[in-house]
């Protein structure tokens, strides 16, 4: 009898035990952007249906989304290496090899508390594009025709976002590194969103793109290429907090088997099915998890 007690309870407290793991609460968090909204999405069902109880914030500015994260308002987002190494954590990425650059994030951010799980394959660097088949730009194939170009009085319009002119990373190194200007009246500030647009309907020459957007091949744009290997290398890769992590190991399993699914030409397609085919947020999400076998 006393064995057959001593059964019971220990099985109570085991599944009490499971019970807690399957309902334990975590917030992910995202950017306002396509590719972030779709990655706190895809987190929230993958998390979900993998027994978490899951509180989604998502559609915040880049500095506000990182102070969350460290100060605990969030448990999880998806970073970008460079991001992190230079902005945050004000490094610089010169030199260094995608593998190097993740290293250095780890040993960084593992001060403030937070743990970098596996990176994808997926690369949102920055990029400089311009229009097929458009005169003005025809023959500018690299970042050192853009800069000669300029540096010979081409009068060119180049779409940015708020962010992009201040930066190290962004104009403000590139400019240095390829040893040209781009005068304040050719700059056209704007929503990340609309530099896309902008250079599809001709209001500017030259766009300020991300790597992994879907609407670079579906409007026909062309990357210039980067022949100073200036852009630092941008992995998207899923960041936790470090007590959330050893109080949930289980959640470094599903959020790396995501991370393995992810490559440009993978974020490409899915940011396209959202910003140029207007499928909602969550159907994609949804139909990827499923498609890999994720959910």
């Known amino acids: 009898m006393i064995n057959h007690l001593k059964r019971i309870v220990t099985g109570f407290a085991a599944f009490a035990l499971a019970a807690s793991a399957a309902s334990a609460d975590v917030t992910v968090g995202g950017k306002n952007f396509t590719e972030q909204l779709l990655m706190a999405e895809m987190t929230t069902q993958l998390l979900e249906a993998n027994g978490f109880d899951v509180n989604k914030n998502d559609g915040m500015g880049s500095t506000v989304l990182r102070k969350a994260q460290v100060n605990g308002q969030i448990d999880i987002y998806w970073e970008y290496t460079g991001t992190s190494l230079i902005t945050y954590n004000k490094g610089s990425a010169e030199g260094m090899s995608p593998e190097e650059t993740i290293a250095e994030v780890r040993k960084l951010d593992k001060e403030h508390g937070l743990t970098w799980l596996d990176c994808s394959d997926a690369n949102n660097t920055y990029a400089l594009a311009v229009k097929e088949g458009r005169d003005s730009t025809s023959d500018i194939q690299s970042l050192s025709d853009l800069a000669a170009a300029y540096n010979d009085g081409k009068d060119l319009t180049m779409a940015v976002n708020a962010e992009f002119p201040h930066r190290d990373d962004g104009l403000v190194g590139l400019q240095k590194e390829y040893d040209f200007r781009v005068p304040r009246a050719q700059r056209a500030t704007m929503d990340s969103g609309l530099t896309y647009s902008a250079l599809n309907e001709g209001e500017a020459d030259i766009a300020l793109v991300f790597a992994t957007d879907g609407r670079i091949a ?22 936790v907090r470090t007590d959330t992590l050893e109080q949930n190991p289980e959640l470094r399993e599903p959020l790396n088997r995501l991370a393995s699914k992810l490559d440009d030409d993978t974020m490409q397609r899915l940011n396209a099915r959202v910003d140029v085919d207007k499928v909602s947020i969550g159907k994609v999400a949804k139909e990827f998890l499923e498609e890999e076998g994720l959910i």
């Open 218 to 239: 579906a409007f026909d744009f062309r990357v210039l290429n980067d022949d100073r290997n200036f852009f630092p290398n941008y992995a998207l890769c899923p960041v």
